[in-house]
């Protein structure tokens, strides 16, 4: 895997596409600056190299061409803070202002082009605006893992302008390690904890570990669809009817394929979609007409975190309930304690995948497991089996 380690930078301007994303309060303040930190490696690599930096992203969803809101020239002084070095704004990515600032870019200096999707042709993959885009640099770096599942102009077309100037930054570098050392050399037992709201979302990966891992534990709003396709009562539980067949197919291929997968035996039940509602503890198949499950209960709890203090890989992707609320975190939160009981006794765990990630972040754990990725849809992708537009680009 070539990365900017393989090289030198010395008189390159490098055209890095990095995952500037970053949340903004109403004031435009940066309310997260964990993606922008992420990538200050791999450009001081650069400038300390003897090169120069044109940074790309995209921020939001704009919709309808340019918007203040959605503009980067909000985290250009961020951006100068953590990297120590001045940057320069093209206020437009395409056009006269980012040709002339990367024409007359020196060594050690920065410019950000301003947000990539302001042009309908970025999220299009439309060869003429990356040509366009890859006039302004020598070299290509690709360092923004959360767009990797995508095939847009700068993430993954650009690359074509670059033979044999191309490489991964050290973000893109280290997720595709984490995820390949899950996936292509898991230490045995491999746990994958599935959870989240809907398996819809998640059958494909669910489908594509019956053939990685030893137990695959199924935890969260999508536990339900399941405890309904085998006959149980769920009463207002999230359920997916339409799924249950499904459902029973991978109970099924699950047996014949050797994989243990758990389902909650318990809930924590409510009968308000509320913090301050009404609780109870209920077995999965035995919820009361007027309740709902928003939480794996104290008994699957405990069977969950054994399977996993006895695992030697973990992946981890998707809550165990509504771990928003504090009445129902307590499963996500065990599972959470566990993992970094797990990663502490010499396993090894990955987190991956928006809602986790946060998860292990409200519970104040996240350097205590082995990586917690940054790229939600990404990593699902990656996990689903499919190649990643992004990574297949450089190695092409
Ligand atoms: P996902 O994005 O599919 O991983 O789902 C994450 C969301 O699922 C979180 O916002 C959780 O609050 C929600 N969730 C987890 N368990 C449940 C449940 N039992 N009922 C309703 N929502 C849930």
């Not at 809101?69 to 006269?96: M, N, P, T, W």
């Not at 396709?229 to 014949?256: F, H, N, T, V």
């Amino acid at each position: 895997m070539l990365t900017v380690d393989n090289f030198n930078f010395k008189d390159e301007k490098v055209l890095i596409r990095v995952d500037f994303n970053v949340p903004l309060d109403s004031n435009f303040n940066i309310t997260d600056d964990s993606r922008i930190t992420a990538a200050i490696p791999t450009i001081k690599k650069i400038l300390n190299d003897g090169g120069s930096c044109i940074l790309m992203s995209h921020l939001g969803r704009p919709k309808e061409g340019p918007a203040d809101k959605y503009s980067l020239k909000h985290i250009v002084s961020r951006i100068e803070q953590l990297s120590g070095s001045k940057v320069l704004f093209a206020d437009d990515c395409i056009g006269a202002t980012a040709t002339e600032l990367s024409a007359n870019l020196q060594a050690g200096e920065i410019v950000l082009l301003e947000n990539l999707r302001f042009y309908q042709n970025e999220e299009k993959g439309d060869v003429e605006f990356a040509e366009k885009l890859s006039k302004y640099g020598s070299f290509y770096v690709n360092d923004a893992f959360g767009t990797a599942h995508r095939a847009h102009a700068s993430t993954a077309v650009i690359a074509q302008f670059f033979s044999g100037k191309k490489c991964f930054g050290y973000v893109m570098a280290n997720e595709i390690a984490n995820a390949e050392k899950v996936v292509k050399h898991p230490e045995r037992p491999f746990t994958a904890i599935v959870g989240g709201a809907k398996v819809s979302d998640k059958l494909l990966i669910i489908e594509n570990l019956m053939d990685i891992a030893d137990n695959i534990i199924i935890g969260g709003g999508m536990a339900y669809t399941f405890a309904k396709a085998q006959g149980g009562k769920i009463g207002k539980s999230l359920c997916e009817d339409d799924r249950m067949p499904l459902a029973l197919e991978l109970i099924e291929k699950a047996k014949s394929k050797g994989v243990n997968l758990y389902l909650p035996a318990d809930s924590v039940v409510a009968d308000n979609f509320a913090n301050d509602a009404n609780t109870n503890v209920s077995e999965n198949n035995q919820i009361a007409d007027n309740y709902m499950g928003l939480d794996i209960g104290p008994v699957a709890s405990k069977l969950f975190c054994e399977v996993i203090s006895n695992s030697k890989t973990v992946l981890w992707n998707g809550p165990m309930g509504v771990f928003e609320m504090s009445s129902f975190e307590a499963g996500t939160k065990a599972v959470a304690l566990a993992l970094a009981e797990q990663t502490k006794n010499g396993g090894f765990s990955l987190i991956g995948g928006g809602d986790s990630a946060a998860a292990i972040h409200k519970f104040h754990l996240a350097n205590q497991v082995s990586y917690v990725s940054t790229g939600g849809g990404a990593l699902l992708e990656y996990f689903e089996g499919k190649e990643l537009p992004g990574v297949k680009a450089i190695l092409d």
